[in-house]
C-alpha cells in the first residue's frame, strides 16, 4: 500500500516553462488536495478535488490548473511558470469529510 | 470559513507533557477539530480529531472545551522525534456541500523539544 505518491520529487524549470506535477493514492480516497507551501510558512490551498470529476479553487488558484483525470490521480500543472512558484508542493487525499488526510512527501520546485 | 489561532513556537522538555493550544472561537456546530503534525522536510501526519468530546490515541490526547471555542492537543510525554509543526484544523462535516470539504491550514505552532 503505497499511500500518496508525487511525481517528480524535485524539479527545476526555467521562467516560461510548462510542467505537470503527478498525484496518485491507491486508498479509493475520494477528495484529493494541492497545497503549496513556501520557506517557513503554513500550506496554502491551491485546488481541491471532493469527488472524481469535480474540482474546487483554493486559496491561491492563479497560475494553476489541475486535472482530476479518475479517483486516483490529480495532476496539477503549471502553463508559464513563474520565479514566485518556487515552493514545495503537496497532495493530499481523504475517504471522506472526517477521516484523516494522507499527504505525499512534496515536490520540491524550483522556478529560475 | 472559520479560522483558527495558535502560538507561533512552544518549547518543552523531553519526556515533559506539553499542551498544545488552540483557538477557534468562530466554530460552528458541524466542524470537526482537526490536528495534524508536520516533521522536518516532510509532508504532515494525521494526529488526532474530534467533535465535542475529548478523545485519545496512540500518539496524543485532544482536550475540548464545553464551549467548543478552543482546544488543546496534549502529548503526554514529549520525545525529540515530536519536534515539529503542529496544525489545529476545522474541518466542515456537512457531506451535502461539497463546496466545505476544504482542509485550510494556518500558520501552526512549532514545538521545539529540549534534551
Known amino acids: 500500500n503505497a499511500g500518496v505518491t508525487q511525481t517528480p520529487k524535485f524539479q527545476v524549470l526555467k521562467t516560461g516553462q510548462s510542467m505537470t506535477l503527478q498525484c496518485a493514492q491507491d486508498?479509493?480516497?475520494?477528495?484529493m488536495y494541492w497545497y503549496r507551501q513556501d520557506p517557513g510558512m503554513g500550506l496554502r490551498l491551491i485546488y481541491y478535488?471532493?469527488?472524481?470529476?469535480?474540482?474546487d479553487k483554493g486559496e491561491v488558484p492563479n497560475g494553476y490548473n489541475v486535472s482530476r483525470l479518475n479517483k486516483r490521480e490529480f495532476s496539477l500543472r503549471l502553463e508559464s511558470a513563474a520565479p514566485s512558484q518556487t515552493s514545495v508542493y503537496f497532495c493530499?487525499?481523504?475517504?471522506?469529510?472526517?477521516?484523516?488526510?494522507?499527504f505525499g512527501q512534496g515536490t520540491r520546485l524550483t522556478v529560475v | 470559513d472559520a479560522k483558527t489561532t495558535q502560538p507561533n513556537s512552544m518549547e518543552s522538555n523531553e519526556e515533559e507533557p506539553v499542551h498544545l493550544p488552540c483557538n477557534h472561537s468562530?466554530?460552528?456546530?458541524?466542524?470537526?477539530i482537526h490536528w495534524y503534525r508536520q516533521l522536518p522536510s516532510q509532508g504532515p501526519e494525521y494526529v488526532i480529531h474530534?467533535?465535542?468530546s475529548n478523545v485519545n490515541n496512540r500518539m496524543a490526547s485532544l482536550a475540548i472545551a464545553e464551549d467548543r471555542k478552543s482546544s488543546t492537543l496534549i502529548l503526554h510525554r514529549a520525545t525529540l522525534r515530536d519536534a515539529a509543526v503542529y496544525y489545529c484544523?476545522?474541518?466542515?462535516?456537512?457531506?451535502?456541500?461539497?463546496?466545505?470539504?476544504?482542509?485550510?491550514f494556518g500558520t501552526g505552532t512549532r514545538l521545539t523539544i529540549i534534551p
Open positions: 484544523i476545522l474541518k466542515v462535516a456537512v457531506l451535502s456541500n461539497f463546496g466545505n470539504e476544504k482542509l485550510t
Open positions: 486508498m479509493n480516497h475520494n477528495s
Open positions: 493530499a487525499s481523504v475517504l471522506s469529510l472526517n477521516t484523516e488526510a494522507f
Open positions: 468562530t466554530i460552528s456546530g458541524t466542524d470537526y
Open positions: 474530534g467533535l465535542t
Open positions: 478535488s471532493a469527488s472524481e470529476g469535480t474540482t
